[in-house]
Each structure stands twice: as C-alpha cells, then as structure tokens.
C-alpha cells in the first residue's frame, strides 16, 4: 500500500514538474498589403505616362521629398498594416504597421518630421517611442520596423514575417487587403451573430400600415441577407481585394475572391455555383456598350427569397384587380412558371445595351424559364385585361410573332417622351415582351428594337444544337462594356455651355480601341472570384482626372 502511495506521489511530482504549453502567438484577422515601394512607383510611372502626364512623377517626387524620399525604407519588399483584436470587450481592433528597413537609424530620422523625436524604450536596442503625442511605439525585427498607437502588448509577441506571411499578396497583386475571417475567435463571431440576429428580427417586424406584399419582400430581403452573414461568419475562411495593374498588358486587374473552409457547406455551395451552360452564349460580344449573361444555381436562401418576391407580386396585382372586379386567373400559369423556374434551381439571364444605329439604343436580353409556353399564354391573357386598364398605355397583345416566339408591345400612349430616353433611344421607346418554349425576351426601344429582338432570337435558336467548344470553360458570369459605345449618347442639352469638362476628359481617354470593362465571376477550388479588368483607357482616365486636379492647385 504504501508503494502505491509513493508512487502516485511521485507521478503528481513529475507531473507539476512538466513545462506548461506556450500560448501560440496571436494571428492578425486582416490585413493591407503594398508590394512594395518600387511596385508602386512603377504604377504610378505607367498611369503618367499613358495619361500622357509624365509632369505627374515630378508632383510624386516633391511630396516625397516632405518626407525624406522615404530614406531608410527597403524599396523592394512589401509594407502595409497588421490588424489585431485587443483584449478587452467589445475587442476593439488596432493596426501594426510594418515598414522595411534599409537602415535603422536614416528610417528613424526619416519618421522625426515636424519636430517628432523618437527615444529608445527600455533597455532594447530595438524599442523605441515617440516623445509627443500620439506616443507610438516601435520595435525593430526581422528587417521590418512595426509601429503601434494601441495595443502595444503586440510588440512583446512573436510578429509574422511580412515577406513570408503575404506572399500570396505580395506575388498576385500591387496592392491588396485581406479580412482573414477563421483569425477571428469563434466566441467573438458568435457574439456578433447574435447581434445580428437580434437587431434583424427587431428590424423585421411588420410597420403600422405596411402593405402586405411590400413587408414579404423587406422580409424576404433580410432574412436572406442574415443567412448570408451567417454562412460568412461560421464558415467563410477569407476575403480578399487586390489590385495589379500590368504595363505589358495594358490593363489594370481588380480581384475579389471569397474563400470558405475547405470541405465545408459553403465551400461545396461556392464551388457548384457553375451548373449547366448558358443557352444566351452566343450573344456573348466585347463590341457592345454593355453585355451581361449569367448562368448560375441558387442556393437555398436564395431560392426562399425569390420565391417571396413572387408571391409578393402576385398578391399585389390580385389585389389591384380585385379592387377593380377583374378576374385573376391570368397569374396563375406566370406565378406557375417563375415556381418551377427557382424549384429548378438554375437562372440563366442575358441583358444587352447595344446600338443599332448611330444615336439609338436598344436594350434586349431574355430570360431562361421552365414552363415557357405556359407563361406566354398567361402573359397574353394578363396583358389583354390590361388594355381596358386607363393607367396603362397602349398594349398591342400578339404584335408580332419570329421562331415561334410570340411578341406583345406596350408603348405610350400620348407618345411623348422625355430628354434622357431621347438622348438614349433617340425617340419614344416602347416594351416588347415575347415568350417561346425556353425563355422569355424583352427589348425596350424605338421602331428598331423589333429587329433587333429578332436577331438575337435567331442567334440563340442557330447556337441552340452546337454551342461553341469554349462554353465549357466560360465564367458563369460574364459582363463585357466598351464605353466607347456609351459615349455615342449626346450629352445633355447644357444650352451653350457645352459638355461638361469630365465628358470631353472621357472622349479623349477612350478615343482608342482600349476602353473595355470585363467583369467574370467564377467558382474557385475553396470559394469564388470575381475578376474586373478594365483596359488602358481607364487607366488614362485616372492619370487625366488626377492631372486635372494638379493643375487646378498650381493655379
């Protein structure tokens, strides 16, 4: 018994003597990354030069030399700002900045202007702080000094190496930022959730006299929104803003990507946002004013949220049939459709600007339904108890029909028309809508916007049996605008004053072929990412627009 006793003593013993596990060091939620001073430069160098502003470097280099020309700073490595949670409720977030160094002492003098001084903190050679307010704190490692106002705790800590902890950054973009959401301790996401949760629901209670219809969709909306916040906030992992713009390229490159958890339900719903082609591909074109065609698959929310828009609308036109002792039974086959359309879980859109004529606009696009026919018979009957309606203009029920698709119109009936769809459609415009066996199709313009419906008909039935091989790879949402093509609107009547100076600014920016915005938004292996390229005419523009404001300050 009593070696029992000893032994279990010693085992207690040994067991006290055994060293406590270190805490891991803390890990930043977010943070802002620049390449690096020579990166940025060379942008800024490319932006002078294809504004045709090389003056512009001069104005740099003066503002640089305010402060030293960043003497003691290592031009070829990245900089920018750590974010850390401080102790402390509600955790309040604080910035570590982190700047490279070349040289110690010059970057401190550099850092000494308007009178600053700085004293070393301590007894380490690599602390230091600043004697007036704001009293920030500094500590040098690792090549990098890191500067914090709050949260000076943070210097004691193992800090990540800049270099290593954003190479993805530093390698993919000039500039980027990045909100880390699994840094983020759970207890805190979950405080926030209920936050959210709570001021929603107090949001969502209905108001005294809102209609019934209007508070479906305010609901719908925010319950939708919610569910978002809450996939985001428990299984997101990061999200990511960057910026790269490329002299060989000739373009600028803006990233968005949303990374959830690997192997989680948002991540799996992320990467299926593809589905099955779209049936619009061949109205794809880069040389319209504007072309917008998606084809994607809902999710559940938003699935719910649709379906309540739906059930709104059609509780709003019964209502204002019923007050005027009109039948209803021409919802049921439309409300019927968009069902079955969301049930199926795929929308596939397609919205275009373009100009058939010089001055004259047309806007088309078409809708992919399940039910078509179905729709197209309750739409004609809908749209003939409407003709008697005397708020409504004129509705020419079955005005047209091309391919099997049956065309309505509604049009003004006293056929005026204001400046601004003068300036776009170059006259009065009207509605067309028209319904086949796969989709419905809308355009709004003058006389020429039936020609135009039937050509982008005929161009979807022909594509319908061989799409194009590059439909397999193509982004499941894809905007493409030249502005050039916008740009062939007349500006508005400003009597003899003439355009506005930003206009003429524009004009000559895009006076080439470089004036193109493409936008693609396709799944990733761990979330999504939307690409936005924008052609060297932007860039001019920016370089132009930032000319302008440095002549005016010279003046």
């Known amino acids: 018994m009593s070696n029992f006793v000893w032994l279990v003593g010693a085992g207690s013993l040994l067991a006290d003597d055994e060293p406590e596990e270190t805490p891991p060091p803390p890990v930043p939620f977010a943070v802002v990354n620049a390449a690096s001073v020579d990166r940025l430069m060379e942008d800024a160098e490319y932006v002078a030069e294809a504004s045709g502003r090389p003056d512009l470097m001069d104005w740099l280099a003066e503002g640089l030399s305010y402060i030293s020309d960043l003497d003691g700073v290592d031009f070829t490595r990245p900089f920018g700002a750590l974010f850390y949670l401080d102790s402390g409720l509600p955790p309040i977030p604080f910035p570590v900045m982190y700047v490279p160094v070349e040289d110690e002492r010059r970057l401190l ?4 202007i308007r009178g600053t001084q700085w004293k070393k903190s301590g007894t380490s050679d690599f602390r230091y702080e600043m004697v007036d307010p704001p009293h920030m704190k500094l500590r040098f490692a690792d090549g990098y000094a890191f500067l914090v106002r709050r949260g000076e705790w943070i210097l004691d800590e193992d800090l990540p190496d800049p270099v290593a902890f954003n190479e993805q950054l530093t390698n993919r973009y000039d500039i980027a930022a990045s909100l880390r959401i699994g840094a983020i301790p759970e ?12 001021s929603t629901q107090t949001e969502l209670q209905q108001r005294d006299e809102e ?14 929104i919610l569910e978002f916040l809450e996939q985001l906030l428990t299984q997101g992992d990061e999200i990511r803003i960057g910026w790269d713009a490329s ?22 719903r992320l990467q299926n946002l593809a589905g099955s082609p779209t049936m619009f591909h061949a109205l794809a074109s880069d040389q319209q004013p504007l072309t917008l065609i998606g084809s994607w698959k809902l999710d559940k929310r938003e699935q719910t949220a ?7 609308a059609r509780e709003t036109i019964e209502q204002q049939f019923a007050e005027q002792e009109q039948p209803t039974d021409s919802l049921a086959g439309m409300a019927d459709s968009l069902t ?31 039910g078509a026919r179905m729709f197209g018979t309750s739409l004609g009957q809908f749209l003939t108890q409407l003709q008697s309606h005397p708020d409504v203009g004129r509705i020419d029920v079955n ?13 003004d009936k006293d056929g005026e028309t204001d400046e601004g769809e003068n300036r776009m459609f170059g006259g009065n415009p009207s509605l067309l809508v028209g319904t086949g066996t796969r ?23 022909q594509s319908a049996s061989q799409p194009p091989p590059a439909t397999a790879n193509a982004a499941p949402i894809q905007l493409i605008s030249r502005v050039n093509g916008w740009l062939q609107i007349p500006p508005p009547d400003r009597d003899d004053r003439g355009p506005r100076p930003f206009r003429l600014m524009a004009e000559e920016a895009f006076a080439g072929e470089d004036d193109a915005l493409r936008i693609d938004v396709r799944p990733t292996e761990t979330g999504v990412r939307a690409r936005i390229q924008l052609d060297e005419g932007f860039l001019r523009l920016l370089g132009m627009a930032i000319g302008r404001q440095y002549d005016r300050s010279q003046l």
């Open 109 to 112: 003098d550099t850092m000494s």
């Open 187 to 198: 207890g805190i996401r979950q405080v926030f959730l209920g936050f959210l949760r709570s």
């Open 211 to 224: 209609p019934d219809a209007a508070y479906r969709i305010r609901k719908a909306n925010g319950v939708s």
């Open 247 to 268: 002299r060989e390229k000739r373009t600028g490159v803006l990233e968005i990507m949303l990374n959830a958890q690997p192997d989680s339900d948002y991540a799996e």
């Open 306 to 312: 649709m379906q309540e828009y739906v059930l709104a």
């Open 340 to 370: 079955a359309t969301i049930e199926n879980g795929q929308m596939d859109v397609c919205l275009q600007f373009v100009a058939p004529e010089p001055e004259k606009f047309v806007i088309r696009g078409g809708v992919k339904l399940t």
């Open 399 to 411: 005005y047209a029909e091309h391919q099997g698709v049956t065309i309505h119109r509604v049009s």
């Open 439 to 461: 989709a419905i199709w809308f355009a709004i313009g003058t006389d020429i916007a039936l020609p135009s419906l039937r050509q982008a008909i005929d161009l979807v039935q």
